[in-house]
Protein backbone atom coordinates (compact mmCIF):
# COMPACT_ATOMS: atom_id res chain seq x y z
CA UNK A 1 0.00 0.00 0.00
CA UNK A 2 3.22 2.17 0.27
CA UNK A 3 4.28 1.97 -2.65
CA UNK A 4 0.47 2.45 -4.16
CA UNK A 5 0.02 6.06 -2.30
CA UNK A 6 4.22 6.50 -3.33
CA UNK A 7 3.31 6.61 -7.19
CA UNK A 8 0.05 7.93 -6.99
CA UNK A 9 1.38 11.26 -5.64
CA UNK A 10 4.36 10.96 -8.06
CA UNK A 11 1.51 10.95 -10.63
CA UNK A 12 -0.43 13.38 -8.76
CA UNK A 13 2.55 15.87 -9.29
CA UNK A 14 2.58 15.60 -12.66
CA UNK A 15 -0.86 16.73 -12.88
CA UNK A 16 -2.44 13.72 -14.35
CA UNK A 17 -5.97 12.48 -13.28
CA UNK A 18 -6.84 10.83 -15.62
CA UNK A 19 -4.36 7.97 -14.91
CA UNK A 20 -5.18 7.65 -11.63
CA UNK A 21 -8.82 6.77 -12.31
CA UNK A 22 -8.37 4.75 -15.41
CA UNK A 23 -8.91 1.25 -14.08
CA UNK A 24 -5.71 -0.19 -16.38
CA UNK A 25 -3.31 1.83 -14.83
CA UNK A 26 -4.91 1.01 -11.63
CA UNK A 27 -3.99 -2.19 -11.86
CA UNK A 28 -0.49 -1.73 -13.13
CA UNK A 29 0.10 0.00 -10.00
CA UNK A 30 -0.96 -2.44 -7.98
CA UNK A 31 0.63 -5.49 -9.66
CA UNK A 32 3.70 -3.65 -9.39
CA UNK A 33 3.68 -4.14 -5.11
CA UNK A 34 5.74 -7.25 -6.32
CA UNK A 35 7.29 -5.99 -9.42
CA UNK A 36 8.76 -8.80 -10.64
CA UNK A 37 6.10 -10.64 -13.05
CA UNK A 38 7.36 -9.73 -16.70
CA UNK A 39 4.68 -11.90 -18.23
CA UNK A 40 2.10 -9.60 -16.27
CA UNK A 41 3.67 -6.65 -17.68
CA UNK A 42 3.62 -7.64 -21.26
CA UNK A 43 -0.16 -8.01 -20.35
CA UNK A 44 -0.67 -4.69 -19.19
CA UNK A 45 1.39 -3.12 -22.00
CA UNK A 46 -1.11 -5.19 -24.75
CA UNK A 47 -4.06 -4.14 -22.46
CA UNK A 48 -2.62 -0.41 -22.53
CA UNK A 49 -1.81 -0.13 -26.03
CA UNK A 50 -5.11 -1.81 -27.35
CA UNK A 51 -6.89 0.56 -25.36
CA UNK A 52 -5.08 3.61 -26.63
CA UNK A 53 -3.68 3.92 -23.11
CA UNK A 54 -0.15 3.58 -23.39
CA UNK A 55 1.49 6.60 -23.28
CA UNK A 56 -0.57 6.85 -19.89
CA UNK A 57 1.30 3.69 -18.99
CA UNK A 58 4.63 5.16 -20.26
CA UNK A 59 3.97 8.53 -17.54
CA UNK A 60 3.04 6.04 -14.63
CA UNK A 61 6.10 3.89 -15.13
CA UNK A 62 8.53 7.15 -15.44
CA UNK A 63 6.61 8.48 -12.47
CA UNK A 64 7.97 5.49 -10.47
CA UNK A 65 11.68 4.45 -12.08
CA UNK A 66 9.85 1.73 -13.85
CA UNK A 67 10.38 2.56 -17.37
CA UNK A 68 13.14 -0.02 -17.81
CA UNK A 69 11.01 -2.77 -16.28
CA UNK A 70 8.29 -1.94 -19.13
CA UNK A 71 11.71 -2.04 -22.45
CA UNK A 72 12.56 -5.29 -20.33
CA UNK A 73 8.95 -6.68 -20.70
CA UNK A 74 8.04 -5.59 -23.95
CA UNK A 75 10.69 -8.00 -25.73
CA UNK A 76 8.53 -8.40 -28.90
CA UNK A 77 9.26 -5.56 -31.76
CA UNK A 78 5.45 -4.68 -32.21
CA UNK A 79 5.69 -3.98 -28.41
CA UNK A 80 9.15 -1.92 -28.39
CA UNK A 81 7.36 0.10 -31.38
CA UNK A 82 4.88 0.83 -29.53
CA UNK A 83 6.50 1.63 -26.37
CA UNK A 84 8.15 4.42 -28.40
CA UNK A 85 5.85 5.75 -30.13
CA UNK A 86 3.86 6.23 -26.80
CA UNK A 87 6.81 7.87 -24.91
CA UNK A 88 7.17 10.10 -27.80
CA UNK A 89 3.31 11.20 -27.75
CA UNK A 90 3.79 12.11 -24.13
CA UNK A 91 7.07 14.05 -24.77
CA UNK A 92 8.67 11.11 -22.19
CA UNK A 93 11.47 9.59 -25.60
CA UNK A 94 14.38 10.65 -23.45
CA UNK A 95 13.74 9.56 -20.21
CA UNK A 96 12.92 6.46 -22.57
CA UNK A 97 16.17 6.40 -23.95
CA UNK A 98 18.21 7.46 -20.80
CA UNK A 99 16.93 4.80 -18.74
CA UNK A 100 16.74 2.34 -20.92
CA UNK A 101 20.87 3.11 -21.94
CA UNK A 102 21.22 2.60 -18.01
CA UNK A 103 19.42 -0.85 -17.58
CA UNK A 104 21.59 -2.07 -20.69
CA UNK A 105 18.40 -2.05 -22.44
CA UNK A 106 19.19 0.24 -25.49
CA UNK A 107 20.13 -2.05 -28.25
CA UNK A 108 16.86 -3.84 -27.56
CA UNK A 109 14.95 -0.53 -28.58
CA UNK A 110 16.98 0.82 -30.93
CA UNK A 111 17.37 -2.35 -32.45
CA UNK A 112 13.40 -3.09 -33.14
CA UNK A 113 12.51 0.95 -33.84
CA UNK A 114 11.94 1.51 -37.64
CA UNK A 115 13.72 4.39 -39.70
CA UNK A 116 11.43 7.28 -38.08
CA UNK A 117 11.53 5.97 -34.64
CA UNK A 118 15.48 5.58 -34.63
CA UNK A 119 15.98 9.16 -35.78
CA UNK A 120 13.73 10.39 -33.05
CA UNK A 121 16.36 8.10 -30.43
CA UNK A 122 19.13 9.44 -32.04
CA UNK A 123 17.94 12.87 -31.47
CA UNK A 124 16.73 12.15 -27.75
CA UNK A 125 19.95 10.50 -27.07
CA UNK A 126 21.88 13.77 -28.16
CA UNK A 127 23.42 12.25 -31.51
CA UNK A 128 23.55 12.44 -35.03
CA UNK A 129 23.33 9.99 -37.73
CA UNK A 130 22.60 10.48 -41.09
CA UNK A 131 21.65 6.37 -41.69
CA UNK A 132 20.40 3.65 -40.19
CA UNK A 133 23.26 2.03 -40.53
CA UNK A 134 25.23 4.83 -38.62
CA UNK A 135 23.05 4.59 -36.00
CA UNK A 136 22.90 1.19 -35.91
CA UNK A 137 26.92 1.42 -35.42
CA UNK A 138 26.84 3.97 -33.02
CA UNK A 139 24.54 1.82 -30.29
CA UNK A 140 26.53 -0.67 -30.83
CA UNK A 141 23.92 -2.96 -32.70
CA UNK A 142 26.03 -4.27 -35.39
CA UNK A 143 29.16 -4.90 -32.89
CA UNK A 144 30.34 -8.60 -32.64
CA UNK A 145 27.91 -10.31 -29.68
CA UNK A 146 28.33 -13.78 -28.79
CA UNK A 147 25.77 -15.92 -29.45
CA UNK A 148 25.31 -18.69 -26.56
CA UNK A 149 22.91 -21.96 -26.95
CA UNK A 150 21.11 -23.97 -24.35
CA UNK A 151 18.03 -26.28 -24.52
CA UNK A 152 14.65 -24.53 -24.23
CA UNK A 153 13.18 -24.32 -21.14
CA UNK A 154 9.28 -23.66 -20.06
CA UNK A 155 10.43 -20.33 -19.22
CA UNK A 156 11.53 -19.54 -22.99
CA UNK A 157 7.99 -19.57 -24.07
CA UNK A 158 6.31 -16.21 -23.93
CA UNK A 159 10.14 -14.82 -25.35
CA UNK A 160 9.48 -17.45 -28.24
CA UNK A 161 5.86 -17.01 -28.70
CA UNK A 162 6.55 -13.68 -28.84
CA UNK A 163 9.67 -14.44 -31.88
CA UNK A 164 7.27 -17.20 -33.60
CA UNK A 165 4.59 -14.37 -33.94
CA UNK A 166 6.22 -11.86 -35.54
CA UNK A 167 7.99 -14.06 -37.89
CA UNK A 168 5.66 -15.84 -39.49
CA UNK A 169 1.76 -15.18 -41.22
CA UNK A 170 0.08 -17.91 -39.20
CA UNK A 171 2.18 -18.31 -36.12
CA UNK A 172 2.28 -21.80 -33.91
CA UNK A 173 0.10 -21.78 -30.87
CA UNK A 174 2.02 -22.20 -27.39
CA UNK A 175 -0.70 -25.09 -27.33
CA UNK A 176 0.80 -26.58 -30.88
CA UNK A 177 4.35 -25.76 -29.59
CA UNK A 178 4.64 -27.78 -26.80
CA UNK A 179 2.66 -30.75 -28.77
CA UNK A 180 5.56 -31.02 -30.72
CA UNK A 181 8.38 -30.66 -27.69
CA UNK A 182 6.15 -33.19 -26.23
CA UNK A 183 6.81 -35.97 -28.56
CA UNK A 184 10.01 -38.48 -27.94
CA UNK A 185 12.39 -37.05 -30.32
CA UNK A 186 11.34 -33.83 -30.84
CA UNK A 187 13.39 -31.19 -29.30
CA UNK A 188 14.08 -27.55 -28.77
CA UNK A 189 17.32 -25.19 -28.62
CA UNK A 190 17.54 -21.23 -27.85
CA UNK A 191 19.57 -18.56 -28.83
CA UNK A 192 20.69 -16.47 -26.97
CA UNK A 193 22.59 -12.92 -27.26
CA UNK A 194 23.26 -11.08 -23.86
CA UNK A 195 20.68 -12.12 -21.60
CA UNK A 196 17.46 -12.42 -23.99
CA UNK A 197 16.36 -15.15 -26.21
CA UNK A 198 17.23 -14.22 -29.93
CA UNK A 199 16.20 -17.18 -31.57
CA UNK A 200 15.16 -20.71 -31.87
CA UNK A 201 15.22 -24.12 -33.29
CA UNK A 202 12.62 -27.15 -33.01
CA UNK A 203 13.65 -30.32 -34.50
CA UNK A 204 12.75 -33.59 -34.67
CA UNK A 205 15.48 -36.45 -34.95
CA UNK A 206 14.53 -39.77 -36.68
CA UNK A 207 16.43 -42.76 -37.59
CA UNK A 208 18.18 -41.26 -40.29
CA UNK A 209 17.86 -37.97 -40.57
CA UNK A 210 16.90 -34.35 -38.37
CA UNK A 211 13.53 -32.35 -39.53
CA UNK A 212 13.25 -29.05 -38.70
CA UNK A 213 9.61 -28.28 -37.89
CA UNK A 214 10.50 -24.76 -36.73
CA UNK A 215 13.00 -22.67 -36.88
CA UNK A 216 12.86 -18.09 -36.03
CA UNK A 217 14.97 -15.31 -35.24
CA UNK A 218 13.89 -12.08 -33.55
CA UNK A 219 13.73 -9.52 -35.99
CA UNK A 220 15.63 -7.05 -34.00
CA UNK A 221 18.42 -9.97 -33.50
CA UNK A 222 18.53 -10.85 -37.13
CA UNK A 223 21.84 -10.64 -38.63
CA UNK A 224 23.76 -11.28 -35.39
CA UNK A 225 24.57 -15.37 -36.04
CA UNK A 226 22.08 -16.48 -34.23
CA UNK A 227 20.26 -18.24 -37.17
CA UNK A 228 23.60 -19.63 -38.44
CA UNK A 229 25.00 -20.83 -34.45
CA UNK A 230 20.88 -22.64 -34.31
CA UNK A 231 21.77 -24.62 -37.91
CA UNK A 232 25.47 -25.06 -36.34
CA UNK A 233 24.00 -26.33 -32.92
CA UNK A 234 21.41 -28.57 -35.18
CA UNK A 235 24.28 -30.09 -37.32
CA UNK A 236 26.57 -31.17 -34.60
CA UNK A 237 23.34 -33.54 -33.54
CA UNK A 238 23.54 -35.01 -36.96
CA UNK A 239 25.92 -38.06 -35.20
CA UNK A 240 25.00 -40.66 -37.96
CA UNK A 241 22.44 -39.22 -39.57
CA UNK A 242 23.28 -38.00 -42.81
CA UNK A 243 21.04 -35.14 -43.57
CA UNK A 244 18.69 -32.24 -42.01
CA UNK A 245 15.52 -31.51 -44.08
CA UNK A 246 13.68 -27.79 -43.43
CA UNK A 247 10.99 -26.52 -45.66
CA UNK A 248 9.89 -22.94 -46.24
CA UNK A 249 7.22 -21.37 -47.64
CA UNK A 250 7.38 -20.41 -51.37
CA UNK A 251 6.43 -16.90 -49.83
CA UNK A 252 9.12 -16.69 -47.29
CA UNK A 253 12.27 -15.74 -49.27
CA UNK A 254 14.20 -14.42 -46.54
CA UNK A 255 13.92 -18.16 -45.32
CA UNK A 256 14.97 -19.18 -48.48
CA UNK A 257 17.97 -16.90 -49.02
CA UNK A 258 19.14 -18.33 -44.64
CA UNK A 259 18.93 -22.05 -45.84
CA UNK A 260 21.17 -21.66 -48.80
CA UNK A 261 23.68 -19.25 -47.05
CA UNK A 262 24.16 -21.71 -44.18
CA UNK A 263 24.70 -24.90 -46.84
CA UNK A 264 21.47 -26.23 -47.97
CA UNK A 265 20.29 -27.07 -51.31
CA UNK A 266 16.76 -27.02 -52.48
CA UNK A 267 15.84 -29.93 -53.45
CA UNK A 268 11.52 -30.17 -54.38
CA UNK A 269 8.79 -27.87 -54.82
CA UNK A 270 6.26 -29.48 -52.55
CA UNK A 271 2.72 -28.65 -54.06
CA UNK A 272 0.47 -27.58 -51.16
CA UNK A 273 2.31 -28.30 -48.52
CA UNK A 274 1.01 -25.49 -46.24
CA UNK A 275 -2.49 -25.90 -45.36
CA UNK A 276 -3.66 -27.67 -48.46
CA UNK A 277 -2.92 -24.43 -50.15
CA UNK A 278 0.28 -23.40 -50.54
CA UNK A 279 3.62 -24.71 -52.10
CA UNK A 280 7.01 -24.74 -49.63
CA UNK A 281 10.47 -25.64 -50.92
CA UNK A 282 12.40 -28.69 -49.48
CA UNK A 283 15.87 -27.73 -48.79
CA UNK A 284 18.28 -30.61 -47.45
CA UNK A 285 21.67 -30.42 -45.81
CA UNK A 286 23.73 -33.78 -46.31
CA UNK A 287 24.45 -36.51 -49.10
CA UNK A 288 20.96 -37.71 -49.96
CA UNK A 289 18.12 -36.42 -51.18
CA UNK A 290 14.76 -37.29 -48.56
CA UNK A 291 11.49 -37.08 -49.26
CA UNK A 292 9.60 -34.87 -46.68
CA UNK A 293 5.89 -36.57 -47.49
CA UNK A 294 7.29 -39.25 -45.63
CA UNK A 295 5.66 -39.54 -42.32
CA UNK A 296 6.66 -37.80 -39.99
CA UNK A 297 5.39 -36.06 -36.53
CA UNK A 298 3.22 -33.66 -37.49
CA UNK A 299 0.45 -30.91 -35.22
Given amino acids: MKLQRRVKKLLAKYDHPAVLTDPILDGFIDAYEVFDNIAETKAYIDAANAAGRLPKLVIAADAAGWLPKLVDAADATRRLRALVDAADNVGRLRALVIEANAAGLLQELVGAADDDQMRKICDAAGVVCFSRKECCKMFGILSPQTVSMRWMLRRDLPEVMAIEAESFGYPWTEAELLQILQQRNCLGLVAEIGRRVA ?52 YNLEAQLFFRAVGFRATEILRNYYDGRYDAYQFTYGDRIWDARKPVSTI
Avoid at 199 to 224: C, K, P, T, W
Avoid at 229 to 243: F, H, M, N, P, Q
Fill in 199 to 250: GFVVYEMAADHIYIHNLAVAMSRRGQGAGTALIGETIKKLGARRRIVACASE
